[in-house]
């Protein structure tokens, strides 16, 4: 025999059967082994939670170079984030990466000096480049400087006298290292510093109760002009003892005591 079932009924047997559906079968679980790493869109890197937040200091760096340090051996590099995948090349102890992405808090992926994943935990901020200065070649005899391929070594090339170079780092033993115009170590003892900038030149609008400005020859010195209220001049450098040097529309000092010089926005 047949029964007929009303329809607020049907539904309720839908309803229930849907549910011990879902008990007896639950959803598959995605959950991924700790070897493999999944990747994750850098806009919420700032959300994840790690265990291991030191290894995660390299995320928030603020360059993407990253020194290689291991126990001295090379550093395998993979095809993807997590020790499964296959190596495809290494990187030697001490050499320097290219960071491209942080994976997770264990794998980045890196640029160069090839394409790939390696391990987070044999990788260190690299160090600061090294500061330069200038430097002018200035020695006794008017000759030129030696230029050696390392500190007291063999010589390479040499520098004109009053030449402009480009050292690094502090002197060794006498020597310093020389990047520009060429490589290479030189005695320090014919170095000296080279002289500061020229100063800028810079627009100000004069602004004075409506008299005109007088020019001097020298600071405080004799008058030999004027520039009127709300003309537009030239100055060079700083103010010294109040008073700054002028270069247009003619050239002299200023007082900038009792005036004052309204920077024009262009």
Same mark, same amino acid.
């Given at each position: 025999? /047949?029964?007929?079932i009303?329809?607020?009924r049907?539904?309720?047997?839908?309803?229930?059967?849907?549910?011990?559906?879902? #008990?007896?079968?639950?959803?598959?679980?995605?959950? +991924?082994?700790?070897? !493999?790493?999944?990747?994750?869109p850098?806009?919420?890197? *700032?959300? /994840?939670s790690? *265990?291991?937040?030191?290894?995660?200091?390299?995320?928030?760096?603020?360059?993407?170079? @990253?020194?290689?340090? +291991? @126990? =001295?051996?090379?550093? $395998?590099?993979?095809?993807?984030?997590?020790s499964?995948?296959?190596?495809?090349?290494?990187?030697?102890n001490?050499?320097?990466? #290219?960071?491209?992405?942080?994976?997770? &808090?264990?794998?980045?992926?890196?640029?160069?000096?090839?394409?790939?994943?390696?391990? &987070? @935990?044999?990788?260190?901020?690299?160090?600061?480049p090294?500061?330069?200065e200038?430097? /002018?070649?200035?020695?006794? #005899? %008017?000759?030129?400087?030696n230029?050696?391929?390392?500190?007291?070594g063999?010589? /390479?090339?040499?520098?004109? $006298?009053?030449?402009q170079?480009? !050292?690094?780092?502090?002197s060794?033993?006498?020597w310093?290292?020389?990047?520009?115009?060429?490589? %290479?170590?030189?005695?320090?003892?014919?170095?000296?510093?080279?002289?500061?900038?020229p100063?800028? *030149?810079?627009?100000?609008?004069?602004? +004075?109760? =409506?008299?005109?400005? $007088?020019? @001097?020859? #020298?600071?405080?010195?004799t008058i030999? =002009?004027?520039?009127?209220n709300?003309?537009?001049?030239?100055?060079?450098?700083?103010?010294s003892?109040?008073?700054?040097?002028?270069?247009?529309? &003619?050239?002299g000092?200023?007082?900038?005591?009792?005036?004052?010089f309204?920077?024009?926005?262009?």
């Amino acid at each position: 025999m /047949i029964t007929k079932i009303s329809g607020w009924r049907k539904l309720l047997v839908v309803c229930i059967s849907v549910a011990l559906a879902f #008990t007896a079968f639950p959803a598959p679980s995605y959950a +991924t082994s700790p070897a !493999i790493a999944q990747f994750t869109p850098s806009s919420r890197l *700032e959300n /994840i939670s790690f *265990e291991n937040q030191a290894k995660f200091q390299l995320a928030v760096a603020t360059d993407n170079c @990253r020194k290689v340090v +291991t @126990r =001295g051996s090379d550093l $395998n590099v993979r095809s993807g984030p997590g020790s499964n995948y296959r190596i495809i090349g290494l990187v030697k102890n001490g050499s320097e990466v #290219t960071l491209e992405q942080i994976v997770n &808090q264990d794998w980045a992926k890196i640029s160069s000096p090839l394409s790939g994943y390696i391990s &987070q @935990r044999y990788l260190q901020s690299c160090p600061p480049p090294p500061k330069q200065e200038c430097r /002018i070649v200035s020695t006794n #005899t %008017g000759r030129g400087l030696n230029v050696r391929q390392s500190p007291g070594g063999k010589i /390479i090339g040499d520098l004109d $006298n009053g030449a402009q170079i480009t !050292i690094v780092n502090s002197s060794t033993n006498g020597w310093v290292q020389v990047v520009s115009p060429q490589k %290479g170590y030189v005695s320090d003892r014919y170095l000296k510093p080279c002289p500061p900038p020229p100063p800028k *030149e810079e627009c100000r609008l004069v602004s +004075t109760n =409506g008299n005109p400005l $007088n020019v @001097r020859a #020298t600071p405080g010195g004799t008058i030999v =002009g004027v520039v009127e209220n709300g003309t537009t001049i030239t100055i060079k450098g700083t103010s010294s003892d109040g008073w700054v040097p002028m270069v247009s529309p &003619q050239k002299g000092y200023v007082s900038v005591v009792n005036w004052v010089f309204e920077a024009i926005l262009w």
